[in-house]
């Protein structure tokens, strides 16, 4: 498809690309707070690498695939805790980013700064 400038891009489209983020992460089966941030590691990472995270969080092997194994620790991992995990290996994997490749600090502090703000609002959600 030819590149468009977002502010072209119709609403159908836009609720179209963001849906398949949030049902590819499988954001619909969590806790809100946990829903919230695999839709928006999604949206950033990809959704295997959402998934990524999640499996890193959970402390399981890193597929980046929904397998039987993530499914079952995520009975147990589905809430606010492991959303907070996640967001903390999001920040850890930043700083680790800039490290190996400086060239990246020009995005540093934009996205500490969309870490930082999902954390306080995870923060802010009920158990």
Same mark, same amino acid.
């Given at each position: 498809?030819?590149? $468009?400038?977002?502010?072209?891009?119709?609403?159908?489209?836009?609720?179209?690309?963001?849906?398949? +983020?949030?049902?590819?992460?499988?954001?619909?089966?969590?806790?809100? @707070?946990l829903a919230? &941030?695999? #839709? =928006?590691?999604?949206?950033? #990472?990809?959704?295997?690498?959402?998934?990524? #995270? !999640?499996?890193? @969080? $959970?402390? !399981?092997?890193?597929?980046?695939?929904?397998?039987?194994?993530? *499914?079952?620790? !995520?009975?147990?991992?589905?809430?606010? +805790?492991?959303?907070?995990?996640? &967001?903390?290996?999001?920040?850890?994997?930043?700083?680790? *980013?800039?490290?190996?490749?400086?060239?990246?600090?020009?995005? #540093?502090?934009?996205?500490?700064? *969309? =870490?930082?703000?999902?954390?306080g +609002?995870?923060?802010?959600?009920?158990?």
């Open positions: 498809l030819p590149g $468009l400038d977002v502010s072209q891009m119709s609403e159908t489209e836009l609720v179209e690309i963001y849906n398949s +983020y949030w049902q590819g992460s499988e954001s619909s089966k969590m806790h809100p @707070a919230i &941030v695999m #839709f =928006d590691t999604a949206v950033n #990472f990809g959704i295997n690498n959402s998934i990524t #995270f !999640l499996q890193q @969080a $959970l402390g !399981l092997p890193q597929t980046g695939t929904f397998d039987q194994q993530t *499914r079952e620790a !995520l009975e147990q991992g589905n809430n606010q +805790y492991t959303a907070l995990q996640i &967001v903390n290996e999001r920040i850890l994997y930043r700083y680790k *980013r800039v490290q190996e490749n400086p060239s990246q600090m020009a995005f #540093f502090h934009g996205w500490l700064s *969309r =870490d930082y703000s999902l954390w +609002y995870v923060e802010k959600i009920k158990n």
